[in-house]
Protein backbone atom coordinates (compact mmCIF):
# COMPACT_ATOMS: atom_id res chain seq x y z
CA UNK A 1 0.00 0.00 0.00
CA UNK A 2 1.69 3.58 -0.97
CA UNK A 3 0.66 5.52 2.31
CA UNK A 4 -1.35 9.10 2.19
CA UNK A 5 1.43 10.48 4.02
CA UNK A 6 5.02 8.59 5.03
CA UNK A 7 8.11 9.93 7.80
CA UNK A 8 11.25 10.53 5.67
CA UNK A 9 14.14 10.12 7.79
CA UNK A 10 17.28 8.65 7.93
CA UNK A 11 20.75 8.83 10.21
CA UNK A 12 20.63 12.45 10.79
CA UNK A 13 17.47 12.38 12.76
CA UNK A 14 18.39 9.94 14.56
CA UNK A 15 22.10 10.68 15.34
CA UNK A 16 20.23 13.49 17.04
CA UNK A 17 18.33 12.51 19.13
CA UNK A 18 21.01 10.16 19.98
CA UNK A 19 23.17 13.08 21.43
CA UNK A 20 20.02 14.38 23.21
CA UNK A 21 20.01 11.46 24.88
CA UNK A 22 23.80 10.88 25.52
CA UNK A 23 23.59 14.53 27.28
CA UNK A 24 21.18 13.56 29.56
CA UNK A 25 19.09 17.10 29.53
CA UNK A 26 15.73 15.95 27.99
CA UNK A 27 13.90 18.99 28.58
CA UNK A 28 13.83 22.57 30.46
CA UNK A 29 12.07 23.52 33.32
CA UNK A 30 11.29 26.58 31.15
CA UNK A 31 10.65 24.95 27.75
CA UNK A 32 13.93 27.08 26.60
CA UNK A 33 16.50 24.04 26.36
CA UNK A 34 19.32 24.44 23.83
CA UNK A 35 18.22 22.18 21.02
CA UNK A 36 14.61 24.33 21.86
CA UNK A 37 16.25 27.25 21.36
CA UNK A 38 18.61 26.40 18.21
CA UNK A 39 15.10 25.27 16.43
CA UNK A 40 12.90 28.13 17.08
CA UNK A 41 15.64 30.47 15.64
CA UNK A 42 16.36 28.45 12.82
CA UNK A 43 11.87 28.49 12.39
CA UNK A 44 11.96 31.96 12.96
CA UNK A 45 14.61 32.44 10.23
CA UNK A 46 13.22 29.99 7.54
CA UNK A 47 9.27 31.62 7.83
CA UNK A 48 10.88 35.20 8.25
CA UNK A 49 9.25 36.22 11.66
CA UNK A 50 10.71 38.14 14.57
CA UNK A 51 9.79 35.22 16.96
CA UNK A 52 9.08 31.48 17.03
CA UNK A 53 7.89 29.51 20.41
CA UNK A 54 7.64 26.08 20.07
CA UNK A 55 5.10 23.97 22.03
CA UNK A 56 4.40 20.15 22.27
CA UNK A 57 1.52 20.00 19.54
CA UNK A 58 -0.01 22.25 16.69
CA UNK A 59 -3.41 22.09 18.75
CA UNK A 60 -1.12 23.55 21.91
CA UNK A 61 0.03 25.91 19.45
CA UNK A 62 -3.22 27.15 18.08
CA UNK A 63 -4.50 27.32 22.08
CA UNK A 64 -1.92 29.07 23.38
CA UNK A 65 -2.13 31.88 20.26
CA UNK A 66 -5.65 32.67 21.41
CA UNK A 67 -4.62 32.66 25.34
CA UNK A 68 -1.61 35.36 24.16
CA UNK A 69 -4.38 37.30 22.31
CA UNK A 70 -6.48 37.42 25.06
CA UNK A 71 -9.45 35.53 23.57
CA UNK A 72 -11.82 34.40 26.26
CA UNK A 73 -15.30 33.97 27.52
CA UNK A 74 -18.05 35.80 26.50
CA UNK A 75 -15.73 36.27 22.66
CA UNK A 76 -16.12 34.98 19.32
CA UNK A 77 -13.64 33.35 17.04
CA UNK A 78 -14.44 33.26 13.07
CA UNK A 79 -13.50 29.47 12.06
CA UNK A 80 -14.02 27.70 9.18
CA UNK A 81 -15.54 24.31 9.48
CA UNK A 82 -14.05 22.41 6.83
CA UNK A 83 -11.00 21.29 8.60
CA UNK A 84 -9.65 19.38 11.19
CA UNK A 85 -11.50 19.78 14.42
CA UNK A 86 -8.56 21.12 16.31
CA UNK A 87 -8.84 24.85 14.79
CA UNK A 88 -12.13 24.66 16.83
CA UNK A 89 -11.22 22.67 19.72
CA UNK A 90 -8.59 25.62 20.33
CA UNK A 91 -11.44 27.91 20.65
CA UNK A 92 -13.46 26.09 22.65
CA UNK A 93 -10.89 25.70 25.04
CA UNK A 94 -9.99 29.10 25.58
CA UNK A 95 -13.62 29.69 26.57
CA UNK A 96 -14.59 31.40 23.25
CA UNK A 97 -17.45 30.55 20.56
CA UNK A 98 -16.10 29.72 17.25
CA UNK A 99 -18.31 30.76 14.75
CA UNK A 100 -18.34 28.99 11.69
CA UNK A 101 -18.65 30.17 8.06
CA UNK A 102 -17.90 29.14 4.42
CA UNK A 103 -15.61 28.55 2.43
CA UNK A 104 -14.29 29.21 -1.10
CA UNK A 105 -15.06 25.88 -3.47
CA UNK A 106 -12.23 26.43 -5.11
CA UNK A 107 -9.30 26.91 -2.56
CA UNK A 108 -11.17 25.57 0.47
CA UNK A 109 -9.71 27.97 2.47
CA UNK A 110 -12.30 30.17 4.63
CA UNK A 111 -14.06 32.78 2.61
CA UNK A 112 -13.13 36.57 3.44
CA UNK A 113 -16.83 37.60 2.35
CA UNK A 114 -17.86 35.48 4.70
CA UNK A 115 -15.57 36.35 7.40
CA UNK A 116 -16.66 39.83 7.14
CA UNK A 117 -20.29 39.24 7.07
CA UNK A 118 -19.89 37.13 10.45
CA UNK A 119 -18.19 39.66 12.15
CA UNK A 120 -20.06 40.87 15.53
CA UNK A 121 -18.77 43.01 18.55
CA UNK A 122 -17.91 40.01 20.45
CA UNK A 123 -15.77 38.91 17.52
CA UNK A 124 -12.18 38.74 18.78
CA UNK A 125 -9.65 36.76 16.23
CA UNK A 126 -10.26 34.89 13.06
CA UNK A 127 -8.33 31.53 12.37
CA UNK A 128 -7.75 31.21 8.65
CA UNK A 129 -6.79 27.43 7.52
CA UNK A 130 -4.05 27.07 5.17
CA UNK A 131 -6.34 23.68 4.21
CA UNK A 132 -4.18 20.93 2.20
CA UNK A 133 -1.36 23.67 1.90
CA UNK A 134 -2.49 26.40 0.31
CA UNK A 135 -2.60 29.48 2.03
CA UNK A 136 -6.09 31.27 2.29
CA UNK A 137 -6.72 35.06 0.92
CA UNK A 138 -5.15 36.34 3.83
CA UNK A 139 -4.22 39.95 1.88
CA UNK A 140 -8.58 40.30 2.06
CA UNK A 141 -8.37 39.12 5.56
CA UNK A 142 -5.86 41.01 7.06
CA UNK A 143 -7.78 43.99 5.56
CA UNK A 144 -11.12 42.94 7.24
CA UNK A 145 -9.00 42.12 10.48
CA UNK A 146 -7.43 45.58 10.62
CA UNK A 147 -10.82 47.74 9.96
CA UNK A 148 -12.82 45.59 12.83
CA UNK A 149 -9.42 45.58 15.13
CA UNK A 150 -9.02 41.39 15.23
CA UNK A 151 -6.32 39.17 15.66
CA UNK A 152 -5.50 37.03 13.23
CA UNK A 153 -4.13 33.67 13.62
CA UNK A 154 -3.34 31.30 10.76
CA UNK A 155 -3.42 27.80 10.98
CA UNK A 156 -0.56 26.48 8.88
CA UNK A 157 -0.69 23.05 10.66
CA UNK A 158 -0.49 21.99 6.95
CA UNK A 159 1.35 24.53 4.93
CA UNK A 160 4.89 24.37 6.08
CA UNK A 161 6.84 26.42 2.90
CA UNK A 162 3.64 27.65 1.17
CA UNK A 163 3.71 31.47 0.27
CA UNK A 164 1.56 34.10 -0.60
CA UNK A 165 2.89 36.96 -2.83
CA UNK A 166 6.44 36.02 -1.55
CA UNK A 167 5.94 35.47 2.06
CA UNK A 168 5.38 32.31 3.78
CA UNK A 169 2.69 31.21 5.67
CA UNK A 170 3.29 31.79 9.43
CA UNK A 171 4.55 35.42 8.20
CA UNK A 172 1.09 36.43 6.75
CA UNK A 173 -1.25 37.35 10.22
CA UNK A 174 -0.44 38.29 13.63
CA UNK A 175 0.81 34.49 14.62
CA UNK A 176 1.29 31.51 12.88
CA UNK A 177 0.13 28.00 14.03
CA UNK A 178 2.40 24.87 12.97
CA UNK A 179 1.71 21.45 13.52
CA UNK A 180 4.93 18.88 13.34
CA UNK A 181 3.04 15.79 13.66
CA UNK A 182 4.58 12.69 12.04
CA UNK A 183 2.01 12.83 8.66
CA UNK A 184 2.96 16.58 8.35
CA UNK A 185 5.46 18.04 5.62
CA UNK A 186 8.37 17.82 8.15
CA UNK A 187 7.76 16.45 11.52
CA UNK A 188 8.86 16.23 14.94
CA UNK A 189 7.23 13.25 15.77
CA UNK A 190 4.43 15.59 17.98
CA UNK A 191 4.95 19.42 18.50
CA UNK A 192 3.83 22.60 17.59
CA UNK A 193 5.32 26.09 17.27
CA UNK A 194 4.15 29.77 16.85
CA UNK A 195 5.57 32.31 15.36
CA UNK A 196 5.22 36.15 15.16
CA UNK A 197 6.50 39.74 15.02
CA UNK A 198 5.03 41.08 18.14
CA UNK A 199 7.33 41.26 21.24
CA UNK A 200 4.24 40.73 23.31
CA UNK A 201 2.46 37.97 21.72
CA UNK A 202 6.46 36.55 21.65
CA UNK A 203 6.65 37.23 25.84
CA UNK A 204 2.78 36.00 26.53
CA UNK A 205 3.40 32.85 24.06
CA UNK A 206 6.74 31.50 26.58
CA UNK A 207 4.75 32.14 29.57
CA UNK A 208 1.71 30.06 28.85
CA UNK A 209 4.06 27.42 27.34
CA UNK A 210 5.45 26.97 30.64
CA UNK A 211 2.01 27.58 33.26
CA UNK A 212 2.36 31.27 33.18
CA UNK A 213 5.45 31.87 34.49
CA UNK A 214 7.29 34.89 33.97
CA UNK A 215 10.32 33.52 36.36
CA UNK A 216 10.69 30.91 38.45
CA UNK A 217 7.35 30.00 40.66
CA UNK A 218 5.70 33.59 39.60
CA UNK A 219 2.98 32.69 37.59
CA UNK A 220 1.70 36.05 35.97
CA UNK A 221 -0.83 34.63 33.77
CA UNK A 222 -3.14 31.56 33.21
CA UNK A 223 -0.77 28.98 31.37
CA UNK A 224 -0.47 25.23 30.68
CA UNK A 225 2.53 22.63 29.92
CA UNK A 226 3.01 23.08 26.50
CA UNK A 227 6.73 22.24 26.52
CA UNK A 228 8.60 20.49 23.74
CA UNK A 229 11.38 17.98 24.52
CA UNK A 230 14.43 18.53 23.43
CA UNK A 231 14.55 15.46 21.40
CA UNK A 232 12.13 16.58 19.43
CA UNK A 233 13.12 20.31 19.03
CA UNK A 234 16.59 18.35 17.36
CA UNK A 235 15.01 16.01 15.10
CA UNK A 236 13.08 19.02 14.38
CA UNK A 237 16.38 21.56 13.15
CA UNK A 238 17.21 18.56 11.23
CA UNK A 239 14.22 18.20 9.05
CA UNK A 240 13.92 21.90 8.98
CA UNK A 241 17.20 21.63 6.81
CA UNK A 242 15.38 19.09 4.77
CA UNK A 243 12.19 20.81 4.21
CA UNK A 244 13.13 22.80 0.92
CA UNK A 245 14.15 19.54 -0.42
CA UNK A 246 10.80 17.68 0.95
CA UNK A 247 8.51 20.36 -0.28
CA UNK A 248 10.57 20.21 -4.11
CA UNK A 249 9.61 16.79 -4.08
CA UNK A 250 5.86 17.33 -3.15
CA UNK A 251 5.70 20.03 -6.27
CA UNK A 252 6.85 17.50 -8.48
CA UNK A 253 4.52 15.14 -7.94
CA UNK A 254 1.91 17.30 -8.11
CA UNK A 255 2.74 18.38 -10.89
CA UNK A 256 3.08 15.03 -12.14
CA UNK A 257 -0.39 14.25 -10.75
CA UNK A 258 -1.75 17.66 -13.04
CA UNK A 259 -0.40 16.57 -15.70
CA UNK A 260 -1.42 13.13 -15.99
CA UNK A 261 -4.78 13.78 -14.71
CA UNK A 262 -5.19 16.76 -16.76
CA UNK A 263 -8.94 16.39 -18.58
CA UNK A 264 -10.02 13.39 -16.76
CA UNK A 265 -13.40 13.04 -16.76
CA UNK A 266 -15.75 13.79 -13.75
CA UNK A 267 -13.05 15.60 -11.38
CA UNK A 268 -11.65 18.90 -10.79
CA UNK A 269 -8.06 19.08 -10.19
CA UNK A 270 -6.50 21.68 -7.79
CA UNK A 271 -6.61 25.21 -7.79
CA UNK A 272 -3.84 27.74 -6.99
CA UNK A 273 -4.79 31.09 -7.62
CA UNK A 274 -1.58 33.39 -9.19
CA UNK A 275 1.01 34.61 -6.89
CA UNK A 276 0.72 31.47 -4.35
CA UNK A 277 2.82 27.94 -4.47
CA UNK A 278 1.19 25.24 -2.45
CA UNK A 279 3.05 23.00 0.02
CA UNK A 280 1.38 20.06 -1.37
CA UNK A 281 -0.05 18.20 2.22
CA UNK A 282 -1.65 16.03 -0.05
CA UNK A 283 -3.14 16.22 -3.59
CA UNK A 284 -7.16 16.74 -3.35
CA UNK A 285 -9.46 16.06 -6.03
CA UNK A 286 -13.37 16.68 -6.18
CA UNK A 287 -15.95 15.09 -8.35
CA UNK A 288 -17.87 17.32 -10.01
CA UNK A 289 -21.00 16.03 -9.01
CA UNK A 290 -22.69 13.29 -7.23
CA UNK A 291 -23.05 11.96 -3.61
CA UNK A 292 -20.60 10.69 -0.69
CA UNK A 293 -21.54 7.26 -1.45
CA UNK A 294 -20.33 7.63 -5.14
CA UNK A 295 -17.23 9.17 -3.74
CA UNK A 296 -16.54 6.45 -1.30
CA UNK A 297 -17.58 3.85 -3.53
CA UNK A 298 -14.45 5.44 -5.97
CA UNK A 299 -12.60 5.57 -3.09
CA UNK A 300 -12.83 2.11 -2.10
CA UNK A 301 -11.54 1.04 -5.89
CA UNK A 302 -8.32 2.84 -5.78
CA UNK A 303 -7.93 1.50 -2.22
CA UNK A 304 -8.26 -2.00 -3.79
CA UNK A 305 -5.27 -1.11 -6.37
CA UNK A 306 -2.79 -0.05 -2.99
CA UNK A 307 -3.02 3.37 -2.71
CA UNK A 308 -4.33 4.64 0.47
CA UNK A 309 -6.59 7.61 -0.93
CA UNK A 310 -8.46 9.48 1.99
CA UNK A 311 -11.18 12.10 2.72
CA UNK A 312 -10.32 15.39 4.23
CA UNK A 313 -12.73 16.28 6.18
CA UNK A 314 -16.02 13.88 5.53
CA UNK A 315 -18.01 15.42 8.18
CA UNK A 316 -17.64 19.30 8.98
CA UNK A 317 -16.99 20.51 12.29
CA UNK A 318 -20.40 22.64 12.49
CA UNK A 319 -21.97 19.09 11.79
CA UNK A 320 -20.43 17.16 15.06
CA UNK A 321 -22.68 16.63 18.06
CA UNK A 322 -20.82 18.57 20.76
CA UNK A 323 -20.20 21.50 18.77
CA UNK A 324 -23.86 21.49 17.23
CA UNK A 325 -25.16 20.84 20.94
CA UNK A 326 -23.29 24.03 22.46
CA UNK A 327 -22.22 26.44 19.58
CA UNK A 328 -25.30 26.52 17.26
CA UNK A 329 -27.09 25.11 13.85
CA UNK A 330 -25.51 26.22 10.76
CA UNK A 331 -25.78 25.79 7.38
CA UNK A 332 -23.10 25.91 5.16
CA UNK A 333 -23.71 24.43 1.29
CA UNK A 334 -19.93 25.09 0.21
CA UNK A 335 -18.50 23.41 2.71
CA UNK A 336 -21.25 20.24 2.98
CA UNK A 337 -20.56 19.78 -0.59
CA UNK A 338 -17.17 19.55 -0.20
CA UNK A 339 -17.17 17.46 2.31
CA UNK A 340 -19.61 15.12 0.16
CA UNK A 341 -16.91 15.16 -3.35
CA UNK A 342 -13.01 15.73 -2.34
CA UNK A 343 -10.89 12.70 -1.41
CA UNK A 344 -6.71 13.06 -1.49
CA UNK A 345 -3.97 11.11 -2.48
CA UNK A 346 -0.24 10.77 -1.28
CA UNK A 347 2.29 13.75 -2.96
CA UNK A 348 4.90 13.24 -0.13
CA UNK A 349 8.05 12.76 -0.84
CA UNK A 350 8.61 9.30 -0.24
CA UNK A 351 7.25 8.46 -3.55
CA UNK A 352 9.21 7.34 -6.40
CA UNK A 353 8.51 8.08 -9.75
CA UNK A 354 7.30 4.48 -10.30
CA UNK A 355 4.84 5.52 -7.47
CA UNK A 356 3.63 8.42 -8.69
CA UNK A 357 2.61 6.89 -11.88
CA UNK A 358 0.96 3.91 -9.65
CA UNK A 359 -1.15 6.76 -7.77
CA UNK A 360 -2.27 8.72 -11.15
CA UNK A 361 -3.54 5.09 -12.73
CA UNK A 362 -5.34 4.11 -9.87
CA UNK A 363 -7.44 7.15 -10.31
CA UNK A 364 -7.82 7.40 -13.36
CA UNK A 365 -9.08 4.16 -14.04
CA UNK A 366 -11.34 4.07 -10.86
CA UNK A 367 -12.99 7.01 -12.55
CA UNK A 368 -13.81 5.61 -15.41
Known amino acids: MIPINKIVMDADEIRAAVQVLRSGMLTSKSGSGPNVMRFEAAFSDYVGTKYAVAVNSGTSALHAALVAAGVGAGDEVIVPSFTFVATAEAVALSGAKPVFVDIDPEMYCIDPSEVERAITSRTKAVIPVHLYGLTAYMDRIMEIARDNNLVVIEDAAQAHGAKCDGKLSGNLGDMGCFSFYGGKNMTTGEGGMVTTNSAEFYNALKAIR ?64 SGCEHSWYVYTLRLQGGSASKRDKILGMIRRKHVDARVYYPRPIHMFHYYRKNFGAYKLPKTEAAARRVFSIPSHPGLTESDVERVASAVKTSLE
Request: glycine share 6%; no cysteine; hydrophobic share 35%.
Open 210 to 273: NHGETSEYQSAMIGHNYRMPEIEAAIGFVQLSKLPKFLESRRRNAKAFSEILDNTAGVNLPSMP
